[in-house]
Every structure is written in C-alpha cells, then in structure tokens.
C-alpha cells in the first residue's frame, strides 16, 4: 500500500490499464471488458486519446481546491477574498484563510492529487510514444510529446508554487520500478524548465483545436518559470517576443479585449487575450466538463433573479475593493491609504436590504464593478446587485459577491449548465495566462532590467483598456463614479515603478487566483497581509480575527498522509510543519 495516491495515478492514467497476460492457450486470452489491448493504446489514436485525458485533468475534475483557478490558494490566502458564506459549510478552508494550515487539515493534498494525476497522464503519453505503433509518424511524436512535457511542466509549477519541492517523477519510473522510492530532494525548477524549453522548441506556432497549447503559450509560460526564479533578463527576452509577435493557437494576433468585461463572456472564448485557458463546455452531460470547481461560488439565495442560486462563497474582501479608489487624476493610491477611513469604499455591511442606502460617491477604478458585485451596481445583465438579500452570512463574509466567470443571464442554457444540483456551472474558459498578465510580468522585468519606460508603456496598455470599459447602466450613464487614467509622468524611480506594476497586477487580475503568490515572490508576503487582517481582520472578526500570517505558510504542508504512505526518511516535511 506504500505511496498508494502516487501509484494510482500511474496506475490508471487516462482511465486505461495496461495488462500483460501469458497462457498456452492462445483463444484463451480474452481481454477483460473495459480494457485495451496494447496495440490500440499506441496507435495514433490511441496515444492523442491519452494526450486528450492529459488536458482533461487541468481543470481538477471536479476538486474545487485543485484548478490553475486557485481562488483559495492565491485569490483567498493572497487576501483578496474570504471563504465567505456560513462558518460551518466547507470548513476546511477555515484554517487555510487564517494560515493555521496542518499537514493533516483535510484539504491540504487537493492540488497534489490533482497535480499528481495530471503528471501520471503526461507521463503516460510519453511511454506510449516510446514504443508508439505503425501509423505514428516522428512529426506526431514531436508534436504529441511537446504538449506532454508542457502539461507535465505546468502540474509541476503548480507543485513548485505551493509545495515547494516534491517527487519528481517522470516517464521513466512507474509502479514496481521505483516510484515508492522517490524523494523530495530535487529542485523542481530545472525539470520544470527543460520540459518548457522542450515545449517552446517543438509546439507549432498553431493548432488545428484551438484547446491545444501552441509555441506562443509555452514561451509565455516559460517566461513566467523565469520570473519566479527572478531571472529577469531571460524572462523579458521571451515577454517581448511574446507580446511582439505572438498569436494564439487559432491563429489570432495577441492583444487586448477592448471591453474588460467581455473576455469573461462565453460565446468570446479563445479571443485574443487568451494565451492559455482550459476548454469549458456546459451540456455534456458531464458537469466536470464545465467550470466543477466554482459552483459555489455564486451569490446567494437569489432564485430565478440571478445567477447560480449557490453559496456564497468566495467572497471579495474590504482591502482588495477599496484598492479601487482612485485620486483625481484618476491613478491608484500607492501609499496604501485605501484602507483609511476617509478613502474606503463605502460599503453596505450590515445594513438590510428594505433599509436606505448611500451608494459610494468616490473616485472608482471602473474595473472594480467588473470584479465584485456591490449593491446597487448592475450584476451583469441581472439587476442591480441588492446587497444582504444575496449574502448568505455578511456578518461572517462580508457584502460583496465575486462577479468574474459568472454567467450572465443571456447565457442560461448555452454557457451554463443545470444538468446537476445546482446551475452554477459554466462553458466559459479559465484563463491560467492571458495577455494582460503577459504584459504586467514584461513589465515588472522591465522595472527589475531597468526599462522603466517600457514598464509604463505596458502598465499604460493595460490601463487604457480599463478606461474603456466604464460599466453604464441601460440608461447610458455610469454605475458609479469612474475616473481613471494613464501614468503621464515619466517613470525615473524604481521603487515607484515597482510599486505601479505590482498594484496594477492587483487591480486586473483580482480574484483570478494570482495575488498569494506574486506577494512571495515579491518578498512582500509579511508585510501585505498583516495590511490585510488589520481591516479585515476587524470588520469580519468571526472569520478572521486573531488571524495572522507567518513565514512558515509560505508553502502548504507535504500531506501527511503521503509522508505515512512511503515514510518520513522518503518525503521530508517542510519547515515549520
């Protein structure tokens, strides 16, 4: 029974067994149902049909903490957002969000088994292509195992992010021939990059299934595995070919959506800003096929009004919405003092729904309303958001709902899918990279390089999209008070340029799972989360009072159980724990 969750991905990759049987008698070997027979496995199909249940695993097949999505591991431990909705539901975030993780808490090993699973897959297609059948040509080896090795590369950044160093285990060890022995004591980062580099060398520019990672979207990817281990120089080489020259696998020039809300939008799937994004569909009949890991995630109580009907979970916090307030010029506030009390967006906490209600009156980054549902701003093309009425518990999760990869009402029956206990699942597609994030990481390069100006001309790019996208309401005025604009000034200082570029990845890529992890690379973890749990802290003292970050959460604990699986002298347990 040694490292049984390891062996079993191996095991049953693809949800197929090989099976080796020896008798006398030949019309005796009848393969049992269920099964394929070798030849079938590495013929073309056979190996692409693998290839297939590599991608398929992305998602996390229905285990909510275990998507690229990581809204607990980056959007809710990054401060952004709390577990939101009644204390007692899902408890296992609990101690997630207040960093009093153990290596026995219960959701502790749900990206390892996922991560697990999709790297016995790629594994998979990769042994199969050593011994591949006739009708496999070299040039479908190439390009079959350049999306293997990209897959794999991704299972193990994810690993690398919130594990530190793992297993590593690669298509050349499997049950009986080692794998129980494998230990944690192997960097991760050069494996993660030779299979990157591998992928950036042999992916075609294209592909016939937009689905499917092109070369664009490995060197992007590399580029990130570079400026997580603060190689800046290589990482802008790659970020300006990226974002000079790159197209998507359907063959689109890279760019931006000019409307921020509209690349959340179903029927714009795979537009231009999509670097790479794991393929939704809803009406398949298998609702791990759409988004299985945000069906809770929806505002509460809601009915046939609005969308999902479910949980309220995932709830954007106060520090994050009032990062919005803008100065008259219409830039963020830097210095942090969004979280005083004369700059804080006004919020409806604990006041009821038939009760009077301000709206806030200040100065807004207009993709605030893009990202979170507050009351009395319009929720998509619902209706005005109403505040308590769609909350489940604010008193332990505050007012606020998430808003981004929520269905819209136009999308019922297309993009959304009810074949299950509740209607919030989506066919809209999870971006893990997209091109705003490409230009914010080229960005924070520059800065680390010395490119100031190239920084602010990124940062500019992105924000100028962002003052074309001021939500109106239908009588064609402004939901709210929205001013906004580019950085005007040349950028001469550095630590100011770096402070732009770290808020501006905060203010475009809030709640998308980011947020955890830029502040540990950043070496700024400490510092920003003792600012988060001195309002939030405060205002939601239930949740999260008393609770305090410390170095050692850096990383989430091996799983204890994988430890007692093959032993303490084979996987070491991480500082602290």
Known sequence: MKNFKLKIGALFASGLMMVAVSCSDDFLDVPPTGLLAEAQLTSLAGIDASLIAAYSQVNGRGNRLGSPSNWVWGSIRGGEANKGTDPGDFTTINPIQRFETNSASGDVGSKWNVAYEGIARANNVLRLLANPGPDVTPSDVK????????????????????YNDTPYVDETVDYG?????????????????????????????????????????????????????????????????????????????????PYYDNMFRGANDNHQESVWAYQAAAGTGAVQNANPEFDLNFPYNTGPAGPGNCCGFFQPSFTFVNAFRTTDAGLPLLDKSYNAPANRVKNDMGIQTAQPFTPDAGNLDPRLDHTVGRRGIPYLDWQDFPGAAWIRNQPNGGPYSPKKYVYARSEQGSFQDNSSWTPGYTGINFMIIRFADVLLMAAEAEVETGGLEKAREYVNRVRTRAMNSKLMRGDNTMAAKYVINTYTAPWTDATVAKAAVRMERMLELGMEGHRFYDLVRWKTVQAELDFYFALDGVQLAAALGGAKYTDKHQFVPIPQDQIDLVGADILKQNPGF
């Open 143 to 162: 390009r079959i195992s350049a999306q293997a090795r990209f897959l794999r590369a991704h299972y193990y950044f994810e690993l690398k992010r919130d």
């Open 177 to 257: 021939t080692g794998l129980e022995d494998v230990k944690n004591d192997k960097n991760l980062w050069p494996l993660i990059e030779a299979d990157m580099k591998f992928a950036v060398d042999n992916l075609p520019a294209t592909q016939p299934q937009v689905g499917r990672v092109n070369s664009w979207a490995a060197k992007a990817y590399l580029a990130k595995i570079y400026l997580y281990q603060s190689k800046f120089a290589d990482a802008k080489t790659l970020f300006t070919d990226v974002i000079n020259n790159g197209v998507t696998s359907n063959n689109l020039k890279y760019g931006l959506v």
